[in-house]
Structure formats: C-alpha cells, structure tokens
DNA sequence: ACGTCATTGTACCGGTCGGTACAATCTCTC
DNA sequence: GAGAGATTGTACCGACCGGTACAATGACGT
C-alpha cells in the first residue's frame, strides 16, 4: 500500500509516458504540459526541482510497481515457481507484450544516466537478485541462479530494444516465452 | 575494402562516439566540433545535411564494420561454426567487453527513432538474419536457428544495457559467455 | 603568380530549452 | 464571507539549440 495521493499517481504515468516516448532530453516541459494539461505553474509547484525531480518521481514510482508486482512475488511466494511465472505475466503485461520500452532501461544509456545511475542500478540490481534467489529456492545452484537471472533480464531488455527497432511485436514475445521454458526446468545436476 | 577517404572514416569514428556517449539529440554541434576539432562551417561542408546527414553517416559507417566483420564473415565462412566464433570475438572486441554502448541500440530506444528506422532495422534484421544462416548451416533447423539468432542479439544488447546500468562490465562478458556456449553444440534433436 | 576550389572561422538567425517571478484564482476552513 | 493556503496562467529570463551566410584563408595545378 503506497501513500501516494491518487492523482498523483496518474500525474506520474503521464509523465512516465513522455519520458518513454522521448527520452529524458527529447521530453520538454512543452510536451509534458501537453500530456499532462498542466502549465509550467502547476508542474513546479507539485516538481519545485523541475524537470530532474520529475523524472527521479516517474523512476521511482516504475520502480515501485515492480517492486510490488515483480521483485516482492520473486522473494516472498512460498513456491519459487509461482513467483517466477508472475514475474513472466507482469512483465508481458507491464511491457504491453513489447509495445512498450523500458523506460528505465533507456535511460541507461541516455545522456541522462549519470543523474540517475544510483536508481537505475538499483532497479536492475534488485531485479535480477530478487529473480535469482527464487531461482536459487527453485533448485538451481546459487552461482548459476546468479547467471541465469542476469541472462534473463538481459534477454527482456534486449527484446524490447529488437522489437522497437524491427516494429515487430512478435519478437518480445517469442523472447519471453524461450526464456520462461528456460528458467522452468529446477537444476538437473 | 571501402573506398571512403581515412580522414572522413576517422571523423565518422570521432562523430560516433560524441552520438553514443550523449544520444542523437544530447549530441550537440558544440559537442561534435569541440570533439573533432572542427567549427560548424567544416562540419556543414562535409555534412551539409547538418546533424540528420552525420547521424546517418555515421550509422552507416558503424553498419559497414559489421557487414565487413560480423555479418559477411557468418554468411562466408565455409564453416559456419568458426563464423560464429568470429562473431562473438568481433562483438566483444567492438563494445569493448562492455565499457561501449551500442549506438545503433541506443538510437532504436531513442526519440530520433522515427528519422533512422529504415537503418536501424535494417542493421539489427541482418545481423540476426545472416546468424540464423549459419546456425541454419551448422545444424538447426531453420525456425529453432532464426529463433536463436533473434535470442542471441537481444541478450547482447541487453547485456550492455545491464553493464552499463551496473556500471559492472563483467555482465557483458559473463552474457557473451553464455550465450556463446548455447550456439555451439548443434542441433541436438 | 595566378585562378580555382576546398576548407575554415565567425557572426548571426529564429526558435526552443529549462527555469523563475508573480499576480490571479480557486478551495476550503472557520 | 473573510482569510489562508493551494493551485494556476502568463510573461519573461539567459542560455543554448540547429542552421545559414559569407568573407577570409588555404592548397594546389597551371
């Protein structure tokens, strides 16, 4: 449960969506005023620190929908198999099956990266830690759970860069689906 | 062998890096002349497309050492499997073993997305069209090659991603790694 | 030495950027 | 309905943007 005053919330997707589409230095307060039908008045009254601040809400607030939706059923569902295969549907739902890019994961390797290095890694981090412990309580040897989560975030971030650059949705698809088979079988050792 | 002059080959590598360090719209005219050392009146002499024209000159230029050295070598070489190999050795020469970004990635996720898409799928739809060939060759069937081809390009470009994100450049190695010992072994069926 | 053409530095353009100032308005409490 | 605080529209700021114009300079074949 967030405290987050529901407008708010909403404020923070539009936004969101700008800097999604536009990347941080391409989403102007023109088009975010646009977006959001807020005028430069409103916007630094409820963002004193301006632009900056802005994108440091809309990360935060990305990254605490995952935290909810992804990396918490990762680590707390008794059953490790369960948390993954939520983590697969969130994902694929989150990501509108690709025709969504990670807005995170841009801003990685925008020019804007330094601003936010600390919650980008973070997010990555936790992402990946989160899926290799249900993987390392599913079976797998902890070095190899270690490995296989990287390779299976890697995979989502590089699925939703192929399907942007080939406008072909299919591809997050197919990538999702042969990453899922690979994480199901527990370590056959 | 291309026959652009070395002088022009050499500003198309200096523009490169100003594009993937800041983005297209982050790169600024200021940004590029103090990089290579040339006023606007130079860059609009060799560029007079201004910006647009660099970027896409330098796409091409970034394209062409990939048909040279990835691309052309998995579709040439008689045995597909050292193809392949050359593949991953170029790519982790190319991207550093991670400290570089690729360019071409960036722009996908990017604003200027729009202006560049004819190349941008164009490079990533060779890359992994001529690695499923020779994937076809060394003994997949068809579709599961085109698939693992397609798998291969996204964790490479999610694995810079994560090494940039991480500002930990092992990912990348770790991912190359990895996904190189997943082509190897033929067709098992 | 000349002419030619490639190359360059510099000044300038209109437009947009992120950000600030501030008065007007709205909303709610007492 | 008076007052207070939250919210908003608008005008404005200096800085920088990409791009243009053009005169000065350079290199070079003749």
């Not at 404020?11 to 088009?31: C, D, K, N, P, T």
Request: aromatic share 10%; hydrophobic share 45%; glycine share 10%.
């Amino acid at each position: 449960m967030r405290r987050i005053a529901p407008e708010r919330a909403d404020l923070l997707s539009i936004i969101g969506e700008v800097f999604r589409e536009h990347g941080y230095e391409g989403a102007s307060l023109a088009l975010i005023g646009a977006a959001t039908g807020l005028g430069k008045g409103s916007l630094y009254h409820f963002f004193p620190g301006g632009k900056e601040e802005m994108a440091r809400a809309v990360i935060a607030h990305i990254d605490g929908w995952f935290e909810d939706n992804v990396f918490a059923p990762l680590r707390d569902n008794a059953d490790p198999r369960a948390g993954i295969e939520h983590m697969f549907e969130a994902t694929d739902s989150y990501f509108r099956s690709g025709r969504r890019v990670c807005l995170i994961g841009a801003f990685a390797l925008d020019d804007s990266r330094d601003l936010f290095s600390g919650q980008i890694r973070d997010y990555f981090g936790r992402w990946i830690t989160s899926l290799a412990e249900a993987l390392t309580r599913s079976g797998y040897r902890p070095g190899e759970a270690s490995e296989l989560a990287e390779e299976a975030v890697a995979v989502i971030q590089g699925a939703l860069t192929l399907a942007r650059a080939a406008s072909d949705l299919d591809i997050f698809s197919r990538a999702l689906r042969r990453v899922r088979m690979r994480l199901e079988p527990p370590a056959k050792i």
